[in-house]
C-alpha cells in the first residue's frame, strides 16, 4: 500500500534498505544481491562490483558525450567528507588505526605503528623538497605552523611547571624563584650576552637588531618603551651592584675592561673627565653692568640687564657720552663655556 506522505515514505524505504543491509553483512554476504560472500578486501561481490563498473562508465560515458562533469564537485567534495568522518568514528569506536583499520593504534598514538612510520617518512620527504625549494617549513603554511608550535611549547611548559622541573629542559629542578635551572639560566644567559655583543660591534640595537642612533644601544623606539617601562630604582640597584662586583674584581666600572685597579680604564677616565664641568670650564652667566659717571666717578648699579642702565641714565639726567657703562663679562666667554 503506497503511503500518502511521501517524506515518510523515503524514510521507511531507507530504513528498510539499512536493516536489510545489515542483515546481509551480518550473515557475510554481498550487500547488494545477498546470494555470494563479498570478494577479498571488498565490500560487495565480484559480479555486483562488475555490473557497477559497467554502469558507472556508461553514465561517465553519456556525460563526456553531452559535455557535462562527471560529478557536481561540491557536492563530491561534501560527500567525500561525510564518508571520510563516518570511516573514521567507525574505526576509533573499534580500537583500529584511523588510517588503514586494519592494526590497533599505537599506544599514546593515533594510528598504528607502521601507518606512523609512513607518516614520519612522508613528513621527511616532503620537507626535505620543500626545503631544497627554499621554502620556509618545508612548504607548509608558516603561520599555522608556529601556532602549532607555540601551542605544543606552552603545553610542555606549564607541564614542567606543575611537575616542578626546568621549562627548559625538564630534567632539573629550577632555581628559587625562577622557572629555569642553573645550567639552562647560564646558557641562555651567554647566548644572550653573544648576541648583544654582536649586535653592538655592528652597530645595531642590542634589542630589536634595528640600527641604532649616534651608537647608542638601543634604537629610538626601544629606548622610549625602556624608559616608560623601566624601573629608577630597579635601574640604580643593578648599577650599584654592577659598581660592586667590578670594583671587587679590579676592573673598569665602565666598560669592564682592564683598569689595572683603578675605578675606570684611561679611555672611560678620559671620557668622563671630557664630560665633566671642570673641563669644560663653567657656565657663562647673565653680565651685570655699573654706571661710572666721568667727571665724578660716581658708580650706579650693578644692573642685570641693559634697560635698567637705560632707566638708570633716564633718571640721572645722564646722557651716554657722560658716563661709561662697564660690564662684567669676560671676552673669552663665548668660546670657553656653554650658554
Known amino acids: 500500500m503506497a503511503c500518502r506522505d511521501p517524506d515518510v515514505g523515503r524514510a521507511r524505504d531507507r530504513e ?13 554476504l554481498c550487500p547488494r544481491c545477498g546470494q555470494r560472500p563479498p570478494a577479498l578486501d571488498r565490500s560487495v561481490c565480484e559480479a555486483c562490483a562488475e555490473k557497477r563498473r559497467t554502469s558507472e562508465r556508461a553514465r561517465d560515458a553519456r556525460l563526456r558525450a553531452a559535455g557535462k562533469p562527471r560529478r557536481d564537485p561540491e557536492k563530491a567534495r561534501a560527500s567525500e567528507r561525510r564518508r571520510y568522518r563516518r570511516k573514521l568514528a567507525e574505526r576509533l569506536a573499534q580500537g583500529l588505526c584511523p588510517c588503514c583499520g586494519k592494526a590497533p593504534s599505537a599506544p599514546e598514538r593515533a ?18 623538497a620543500g626545503k631544497a625549494a627554499g621554502k620556509p617549513y618545508g612548504g607548509r ?21 606543575d611537575a616542578g622541573l ?20 647560564e646558557a641562555r644567559r651567554a647566548a644572550e650576552r653573544g648576541l648583544y655583543a654582536a649586535r653592538r660591534s655592528e652597530g645595531l640595537c642590542g634589542r630589536c637588531g634595528q640600527p641604532a642612533f649616534a651608537g647608542e644601544s638601543r634604537c629610538v623606539p626601544c629606548a622610549a618603551l625602556e624608559a616608560e617601562r623601566g624601573s629608577p ?19 673598569c666600572t665602565d666598560c669592564g675592561g682592564a683598569s689595572q685597579g683603578a675605578a675606570r680604564c684611561r679611555p672611560c677616565a678620559d671620557r668622563s673627565y671630557e664630560r665633566s664641568g671642570h673641563f669644560r670650564g663653567i657656565p657663562v652667566w647673565d653680565p651685570s653692568y655699573t654706571v ?48
Request: charged share 40%; with cysteine; net charge positive.
Open 166 to 185: 626546568c621549562t627548559r629542559c625538564g630534567r632539573r629542578p629550577p632555581v628559587e624563584g625562577g622557572t629555569a635551572c642553573a645550567p639552562c639560566r
Open 111 to 128: 594510528v598504528c605503528e607502521g601507518c606512523g612510520k609512513k607518516r614520519r617518512e612522508a613528513e621527511r620527504t616532503r620537507y626535505a
Open 233 to 251: 630604582e630597579r635601574k640604580n640597584a643593578a648599577a650599584r651592584r654592577r659598581y660592586a662586583e667590578r670594583r671587587a674584581r679590579g676592573i
Open 292 to 339: 661710572i659717571e666721568l667727571v665724578t666717578g660716581r658708580e650706579h648699579g650693578p644692573f642685570d640687564c641693559e634697560a635698567d642702565v637705560a632707566l638708570c641714565l633716564a633718571f640721572a639726567r645722564l646722557s651716554r657720552d657722560q658716563v661709561e657703562i662697564v660690564a662684567d663679562a669676560p671676552i673669552t666667554a663665548s668660546f670657553t663655556g656653554w650658554a
Open 141 to 161: 603554511d608558516p603561520d599555522a605552523r608556529r601556532r602549532g608550535a607555540r601551542a605544543r611549547s606552552g603545553k610542555r611548559e606549564q607541564a614542567r611547571r
Open 16 to 28: 528498510r534498505f539499512r536493516r536489510r543491509i545489515a542483515e546481509r553483512r551480518a550473515a557475510g
